[in-house]
């Protein structure tokens, strides 16, 4: 259908403020009076929602065409989080066209008649022809030779059809404004578009979002649709995916959450249907089926009267009821398995009412009772008394029914069966109402807290307002389910437990090997498009010309944003105050890891199954959560940071335990035997882990060697002749070290400083920090392939560079090159390698600067795609590194993006005390960030040019390859270096 088209307007009139219309009227006679003045047009006035005890102090509204608008002021920076959230997803999907919500997710990122097109007069034709033929395609499903010959023709004409097309236009528009994280999703029930914006760029916002409410343009259709292939085999190679795609198949045996996936079938993908997704795209994107979420530095009024202007005049049509099959109860235990490479784990699924009734309320209460990461049964009971290696609960809520899933992963020669029995065994102590009374107004309390730490955030805050848009309820009622949260009572959860948790439910047993079963997706034949990255069209620059304030950037200025005091001689505080609500976050740091002793790593994980005085370990993190307190020690390469954070109001309680437990755990040698039983599995099963073996073992063995900080663990032996005094001692002396006392809460700091001196237990002169130890890094100076053999349908390829010391004098050059080249979706890389040929759903490349003064810096860049098109992907991502393309475009929209950011962006609360942290690693006494917003305005194009070859092209690589050994061309990969297997202990260390 024709669509109509909203002229852009004045910002002045976009807003609201004075505008006129002129009118003809008819001539009067010279005897009449003169007309009385017309009286002034009233300014439109648009009606909103509140809610009582609202924490976002949010406004609904609601256009005359049907579209809801949410609104939350936040003034935490000058930018705005959007969510544009229609309510159709997956369940939509016709049956036959599986995947469809999914793939018109990505079509609408593709344009329209105006955007993404430099001639729409000439590119129209040629894309209807295009939707003819796949219907043609879709019917010669059992005529191979003639499918071959169509899709030929689609290819050829797709070929014509990209010469008219300006890709990623959109993503060039988004990135020009400086617009953060553009990115969507679809799921069951709902496809959501995502913008983190400038709050001066919002008309520009506007202008571009309702313009694609407009129409669809299947626009560079069949190269998308490979790039969808590539995320189908990404599912595949997906032990989880699977396992949870086999629970709903059990569970909803006729209703959409498990008769199809939200990616469709292979059959589906590789027979798809514009006319299909035209069709959708007309049914369910609709302004009364669409609502806008924004939170941020916003004008209530203003906002709605601009949004009104852009999206007021869309038409409103009638949206297909959906109607829920309804499934009939499970009689009996169901039974699953699953084959894949990964590690095994038992996962056990209850279907629930949808997540708009009371039910759905009291399942949120019974997770959290089973899993709140503290004091929850399967915490305490399994997790802390490592019955199991981990297991977990979580919530699946949807319109029609909701999904508990519960899960395991076993121990060291522990069955699957048995990690079953022992989570069934917490689900019948909830049914026996055999947990303590205090824990449900604890889970209450420190779900408010979760809120309000989650608020301090744009996205969580818009993500509310979207939820209860897709849920379908008020936003009074939405907000009255945090309240009816704190209404449920022991007796109300175990009632609710032995209605719901009997026999019906399903079980998926995830088990260790090869999956025969699974089947890629086929390559097709693909000419690479033309990614015509100079070109715009007319709306883009209409767009690119609407006026916009300038904002100015604020930078960090640490002498004036942390207070600096000292607690005792030799120990500082750095201290930065909370105005916003009642949390706090402490932290000591530390300038000691696991570089220097490998031991540090144990016991710091050590500490969370100990007690202390009068506590069981049990009993301390139950103590822990009823204060609405929590602690973490974590352990890194060259830095101990140990934190506690919470309701301040509790900071000495909850300190004073924390100090105990810090200075006088209690060893536990059957907690130790059983950590350490635990260890060796978890090494065990890291060497099935695809993402570990790349990212973790391989990067490390390359980077360093053999010896290398992945490697440097204790081994088995080591590990088990440890004694608990061993681990006890190392933790007591953490604190009599050098070190740092961060503080980001409400009290003044004086007031901070008098709670330190009394509960934080030091020595009177603290031990100087051992020196740093770090390992040896490779030259890479050969040329070299190495590739381990895993199972699976794609191949995942790093390339990694060696580049020049950390210098700061690099990083705005850096900054401007990673975002021309690799940083994102309008970026080259991303341009070449997925839009135009069709290489990846992921790629991606970075000169990534050292975190620490001394160490160098690497490119680093990667591509995950069909093994079958890994020749064609290798040498794409060289040739750019050989000759990257000059566009004078993305050059500008690259500098834009980096000025727009920069000036909108602000380091917030305990942020700006973890930046001063990261500046002192790197040697900085300054927001570095200051000469990347000076500098980069200035360069030009042969700035570049100079940093690309003499920092990228040429250099020495080395190429990291997981893939199956029999799908990978290993003749390709001796084109890159002599080509070398790596075993698993070869990387591992054991």
């Given at each position: 259908m024709k669509k109509s088209h909203l002229l852009l307007l004045p910002t002045l009139a976009v807003l609201g403020l004075a505008t006129t219309e002129c009118r003809t009227s008819q001539p009067t006679a010279a005897t009449t009076a003169p007309a009385a003045p017309a009286p002034p047009v009233a300014a439109k006035t648009y009606p909103y929602e509140t809610a009582p005890n609202d924490?976002?102090?949010?406004?609904?509204?609601?256009?005359?065409?049907?579209?809801?608008?949410?609104?939350?002021?936040?003034?935490?920076?000058?930018?705005?989080?959007?969510?544009?959230?229609?309510?159709?997803?997956?369940?939509?999907?016709?049956?036959?066209?599986?995947?469809?919500?999914?793939?018109?997710?990505?079509?609408?990122?593709?344009?329209?008649?105006?955007?993404?097109?430099?001639?729409?007069?000439?590119?129209?034709?040629?894309l209807d022809k295009i939707e003819a033929l796949y219907e043609v395609y879709r019917g010669e499903r059992n005529d191979p030779a003639a499918r071959k010959r169509t899709y030929h023709q689609i290819d050829s004409i797709s070929g014509v059809a990209a010469r008219y097309a300006v890709p990623n236009e959109y993503d060039k528009l988004m990135g020009s404004i400086g617009s953060k994280g553009s990115n969507a999703h679809t799921s069951n029930e709902e496809t959501v578009y995502q913008e983190d914006i400038p709050s001066n760029q919002l008309e520009k916002w506007a202008a571009v979002q309702s313009e694609r409410l407009k129409e669809m343009v299947p626009r560079l259709f069949h190269t998308e649709l490979e790039a969808v292939y590539e995320e189908k085999n990404r599912g595949l190679d997906n032990d989880f995916s699977k396992e949870f795609e086999t629970l709903n198949a059990a569970l909803y045996p006729t209703h959409p959450y498990g008769t199809q996936t939200t990616i469709g079938t292979i059959e589906h993908l590789q027979n798809p249907s514009i006319v299909e997704i035209k069709k959708y795209f007309g049914q369910y994107y609709v302004p009364n089926n669409v609502a806008l979420c924004l939170s941020g530095d916003l004008d209530y009024d203003q906002t709605i009267r601009l949004i009104d202007r852009y999206f007021g005049e869309l038409p409103s049509k009638p949206v297909p009821v959906f109607t829920s099959p309804v499934e009939q109860p499970i009689a009996a235990p169901l039974v699953k398995e699953v084959v894949g490479p990964q590690s095994e784990n038992v996962m056990l699924g209850y279907r629930l009412p949808g997540k708009a009734t009371r039910d759905a309320v009291r399942l949120r209460m019974l997770d959290k009772i089973l899993t709140n990461g503290q004091a929850g049964l399967i915490d305490l009971d399994l997790n802390q008394q490592q019955k199991v290696l981990q297991a977990a609960s979580f919530t699946d809520l949807n319109d029609d029914y909701s999904t508990h899933v519960i899960y395991g992963t076993p121990r060291q020669g522990q069955s699957l069966e048995a990690v079953k029995g022992l989570l069934l065994a917490e689900l019948d102590k909830v049914k026996q109402g055999q947990f303590p009374d205090w824990l449900i107004p604890a889970i209450v309390n420190n779900e408010k807290l979760q809120r309000t730490k989650a608020y301090e955030s744009n996205e969580a805050r818009a993500g509310a307002l979207y939820e209860a848009f897709i849920e379908r309820v008020s936003w009074a009622d939405y907000v009255k389910q945090q309240d009816d949260f704190g209404t449920l009572t022991k007796a109300e959860i175990v009632k609710f437990a032995n209605d719901n948790y009997g026999p019906g439910y399903a079980t998926v047993f995830k088990r260790t090997g090869k999956d025969v079963s699974t089947v890629k997706v086929v390559k097709p034949a693909i000419t690479p498009v033309p990614a015509n990255r100079d070109a715009a069209s007319a709306f883009y620059t209409q767009v690119s010309k609407l006026p916009s304030t300038e904002l100015q950037p604020v930078f960090v200025d640490y002498k004036k944003d942390i207070q600096t005091a000292e607690i005792k001689p030799g120990l500082p505080l750095y201290y930065t105050k909370n105005t916003e609500n009642g949390l706090f976050?402490?932290?000591?740091?530390?300038?000691?890891?696991?570089?220097?002793?490998?031991?540090?790593?144990?016991?710091?994980?050590?500490?969370?199954?100990?007690?202390?005085?009068?506590?069981?370990?049990?009993?301390?993190?139950?103590?822990?959560?009823?204060?609405?307190?929590?602690?973490?020690?974590?352990?890194?390469?060259?830095?101990?940071?140990?934190?506690?954070?919470?309701?301040?109001?509790?900071?000495?309680?909850?300190?004073?335990?924390?100090?105990?437990?810090?200075?006088?755990?209690?060893?536990?040698?059957?907690?130790?035997?059983s950590q350490v039983a635990g260890i060796l599995k978890q090494r065990q099963d890291s060497k099935l882990n695809k993402g570990v073996i790349l990212n973790q073992a391989m990067l490390n063995y390359a980077k360093y060697g053999p010896r290398n900080p992945f490697t440097n663990i204790l081994s088995e032996k080591k590990l088990n002749a440890l004694k608990p005094e061993q681990l006890t001692a190392l933790l007591q002396k953490l604190p009599t070290y050098q070190h740092r006392v961060l503080y980001y809460g409400p009290r003044p700091v004086e007031a901070t400083v008098a709670v330190l001196r009394t509960e934080h237990q030091t020595p009177a002169k603290l031990l100087p920090d051992p020196a740093a130890k770090d390992f040896a890094e490779q030259p890479l100076k050969e040329k070299k392939v190495y590739w381990v053999d895993y199972n699976?349908?794609?191949?995942?390829?790093?390339?990694?560079?060696?580049?020049?010391?950390?210098?700061?004098?690099?990083?705005?050059?850096?900054?401007?090159?990673?975002?021309?080249?690799?940083?994102?979706?309008?970026?080259?890389?991303?341009?070449?390698?997925?839009?135009?040929?069709?290489?990846?759903?992921?790629?991606?490349?970075?000169?990534?600067?050292?975190?620490?003064?001394?160490?160098?810096?690497?490119?680093?860049?990667?591509?995950?795609?069909?093994?079958?098109?890994?020749?064609?992907?290798?040498?794409?991502?060289?040739?750019?590194?050989?000759?990257?393309?000059?566009?004078?475009?993305?050059?500008?929209?690259?500098?834009?993006?980096?000025?727009?950011?920069?000036?909108?962006?602000?380091?917030?609360?305990?942020?700006?005390?973890?930046?001063?942290?990261?500046?002192?690693?790197?040697?900085?006494?300054?927001?570095?960030?200051?000469?990347?917003?000076?500098?980069?305005?200035?360069?030009?194009?042969?700035?570049?040019?100079?940093?690309?070859?003499?920092?990228?092209?040429?250099?020495?690589?080395?190429?990291?390859?997981?893939?199956?050994?029999?799908?990978?061309?290993?003749?390709?990969?001796?084109?890159?270096?002599?080509?070398?297997?790596?075993?698993?202990?070869?990387?591992?260390?054991?």
């Amino acid at each position: 259908m024709k669509k109509s088209h909203l002229l852009l307007l004045p910002t002045l009139a976009v807003l609201g403020l004075a505008t006129t219309e002129c009118r003809t009227s008819q001539p009067t006679a010279a005897t009449t009076a003169p007309a009385a003045p017309a009286p002034p047009v009233a300014a439109k006035t648009y009606p909103y929602e509140t809610a009582p005890n609202d924490p976002l102090s949010a406004r609904v509204y609601h256009l005359a065409n049907g579209l809801t608008v949410y609104l939350s002021d936040y003034k935490n920076a000058p930018r705005i989080q959007t969510y544009l959230a229609v309510r159709a997803g997956s369940k939509n999907d016709p049956a036959t066209a599986t995947g469809l919500a999914h793939y018109l997710e990505h079509m609408v990122f593709k344009g329209t008649s105006r955007l993404g097109t430099k001639d729409w007069s000439k590119e129209k034709p040629e894309l209807d022809k295009i939707e003819a033929l796949y219907e043609v395609y879709r019917g010669e499903r059992n005529d191979p030779a003639a499918r071959k010959r169509t899709y030929h023709q689609i290819d050829s004409i797709s070929g014509v059809a990209a010469r008219y097309a300006v890709p990623n236009e959109y993503d060039k528009l988004m990135g020009s404004i400086g617009s953060k994280g553009s990115n969507a999703h679809t799921s069951n029930e709902e496809t959501v578009y995502q913008e983190d914006i400038p709050s001066n760029q919002l008309e520009k916002w506007a202008a571009v979002q309702s313009e694609r409410l407009k129409e669809m343009v299947p626009r560079l259709f069949h190269t998308e649709l490979e790039a969808v292939y590539e995320e189908k085999n990404r599912g595949l190679d997906n032990d989880f995916s699977k396992e949870f795609e086999t629970l709903n198949a059990a569970l909803y045996p006729t209703h959409p959450y498990g008769t199809q996936t939200t990616i469709g079938t292979i059959e589906h993908l590789q027979n798809p249907s514009i006319v299909e997704i035209k069709k959708y795209f007309g049914q369910y994107y609709v302004p009364n089926n669409v609502a806008l979420c924004l939170s941020g530095d916003l004008d209530y009024d203003q906002t709605i009267r601009l949004i009104d202007r852009y999206f007021g005049e869309l038409p409103s049509k009638p949206v297909p009821v959906f109607t829920s099959p309804v499934e009939q109860p499970i009689a009996a235990p169901l039974v699953k398995e699953v084959v894949g490479p990964q590690s095994e784990n038992v996962m056990l699924g209850y279907r629930l009412p949808g997540k708009a009734t009371r039910d759905a309320v009291r399942l949120r209460m019974l997770d959290k009772i089973l899993t709140n990461g503290q004091a929850g049964l399967i915490d305490l009971d399994l997790n802390q008394q490592q019955k199991v290696l981990q297991a977990a609960s979580f919530t699946d809520l949807n319109d029609d029914y909701s999904t508990h899933v519960i899960y395991g992963t076993p121990r060291q020669g522990q069955s699957l069966e048995a990690v079953k029995g022992l989570l069934l065994a917490e689900l019948d102590k909830v049914k026996q109402g055999q947990f303590p009374d205090w824990l449900i107004p604890a889970i209450v309390n420190n779900e408010k807290l979760q809120r309000t730490k989650a608020y301090e955030s744009n996205e969580a805050r818009a993500g509310a307002l979207y939820e209860a848009f897709i849920e379908r309820v008020s936003w009074a009622d939405y907000v009255k389910q945090q309240d009816d949260f704190g209404t449920l009572t022991k007796a109300e959860i175990v009632k609710f437990a032995n209605d719901n948790y009997g026999p019906g439910y399903a079980t998926v047993f995830k088990r260790t090997g090869k999956d025969v079963s699974t089947v890629k997706v086929v390559k097709p034949a693909i000419t690479p498009v033309p990614a015509n990255r100079d070109a715009a069209s007319a709306f883009y620059t209409q767009v690119s010309k609407l006026p916009s304030t300038e904002l100015q950037p604020v930078f960090v200025d640490y002498k004036k944003d942390i207070q600096t005091a000292e607690i005792k001689p030799g120990l500082p505080l750095y201290y930065t105050k909370n105005t916003e609500n009642g949390l706090f976050s402490l932290f000591y740091a530390i300038d000691l890891g696991t570089n220097n002793d490998p031991l540090l790593d144990v016991a710091t994980d050590y500490l969370q199954y100990l007690g202390t005085g009068q506590y069981s370990a049990a009993q301390l993190q139950q103590e822990f959560y009823k204060l609405g307190c929590s602690f973490a020690v974590s352990s890194g390469p060259d830095r101990v940071l140990i934190s506690l954070s919470g309701l301040d109001d509790n900071l000495e309680p909850a300190l004073k335990l924390f100090e105990q437990l810090l200075n006088s755990p209690r060893p536990d040698a059957g907690a130790l035997k059983s950590q350490v039983a635990g260890i060796l599995k978890q090494r065990q099963d890291s060497k099935l882990n695809k993402g570990v073996i790349l990212n973790q073992a391989m990067l490390n063995y390359a980077k360093y060697g053999p010896r290398n900080p992945f490697t440097n663990i204790l081994s088995e032996k080591k590990l088990n002749a440890l004694k608990p005094e061993q681990l006890t001692a190392l933790l007591q002396k953490l604190p009599t070290y050098q070190h740092r006392v961060l503080y980001y809460g409400p009290r003044p700091v004086e007031a901070t400083v008098a709670v330190l001196r009394t509960e934080h237990q030091t020595p009177a002169k603290l031990l100087p920090d051992p020196a740093a130890k770090d390992f040896a890094e490779q030259p890479l100076k050969e040329k070299k392939v190495y590739w381990v053999d895993y199972n699976m349908v794609q191949a995942e390829i790093l390339f990694l560079t060696k580049g020049d010391l950390y210098d700061k004098a690099m990083v705005p050059t850096v900054s401007l090159y990673n975002e021309y080249f690799g940083g994102g979706m309008g970026s080259i890389v991303f341009q070449d390698l997925r839009e135009s040929k069709a290489l990846a759903y992921s790629a991606a490349s970075r000169y990534a600067n050292a975190d620490k003064l001394g160490r160098s810096n690497y490119i680093v860049s990667y591509i995950g795609t069909q093994s079958d098109k890994l020749p064609e992907a290798m040498s794409g991502m060289e040739a750019l590194f050989t000759d990257m393309p000059l566009a004078d475009a993305n050059l500008e929209i690259a500098k834009q993006s980096i000025r727009n950011s920069i000036a909108t962006d602000r380091i917030t609360h305990e942020g700006i005390l973890l930046s001063y942290e990261r500046a002192r690693r790197l040697g900085l006494d300054y927001d570095l960030r200051r000469d990347v917003y000076d500098q980069t305005q200035k360069m030009s194009f042969a700035d570049l040019k100079q940093f690309q070859s003499t920092k990228v092209k040429g250099q020495n690589q080395v190429i990291l390859v997981i893939g199956s050994k029999d799908r990978l061309n290993f003749k390709e990969l001796a084109k890159y270096g002599s080509v070398q297997q790596l075993t698993l202990p070869e990387i591992f260390g054991y």
